[in-house]
């Protein structure tokens, strides 16, 4: 299987809402927060510097990530990105989708000139936190964990870049 990953394009945008609102309510609740970023994507992810990656299986969207500035400013004088909106298809999990989209991502913010990534995401989603794990992404402590617009949140992690 040959994954690849490219930037987004307009004519993506209905794979991206699809692909995220599966995962989400596989697993979860769809909130307020998810249906302003994935419903308004171009303001609340591309029209805040932000980008979105797709990545393809036979010219097919089969994943899909975005980093963009994050909705909290640490204020320590670095440039922060933040991981939103990671999915990949249902019956393709576990196939390495998620990891190009990872990397992708983690590109993008490099070339973005980002100082760190942080993401926040659910415990009991064990598969996702051991890829973020593998990729050099560290647990925050409870003392430095962010405010969160999200319910379901209760993982935090960084990667410093």
């Known amino acids: 299987m040959s994954i690849t ?3 987004y394009r307009p004519e ?3 794979a ?3 692909l995220n609102r599966d995962w989400i309510e596989d697993y979860f609740v769809l909130e307020d927060s998810d249906r302003e970023q994935l419903e308004e994507l171009e303001t609340s992810i591309l029209g805040k510097g932000g ?3 797709v990545a393809l299986l036979d010219d097919i969207i089969v994943g899909t990530g975005a980093i963009l500035p994050p909705h909290h400013d ?3 004088g ?3 990105l933040e991981i939103v909106k990671m999915a990949a298809q249902k019956e393709l999990r576990g ?3 998620g990891r190009a989209v990872l990397e992708a991502l983690i590109a993008e913010g490099r070339s973005m000139k980002a100082h760190a990534i942080w993401l926040e995401t659910n415990g009991e989603l064990k598969a996702a936190i051991r890829l973020y794990e593998r990729c050099g992404f560290r647990h925050l402590a409870s003392d430095d964990l962010w405010p969160t ?3 379901r949140c209760n993982v935090q992690m960084v990667l410093a870049l």
């Open 16 to 18: 991206f809402i699809d």
């Open 78 to 80: 670095r440039k922060w």
């Open 95 to 97: 196939q390495g989708i």
């Open 12 to 14: 993506d945008r209905q």
């Open 149 to 151: 617009p999200y319910a």
């Open 74 to 76: 640490p204020g320590d």
């Open 5 to 7: 990953t490219r930037l």
């Open 51 to 53: 980008q979105i990656i």
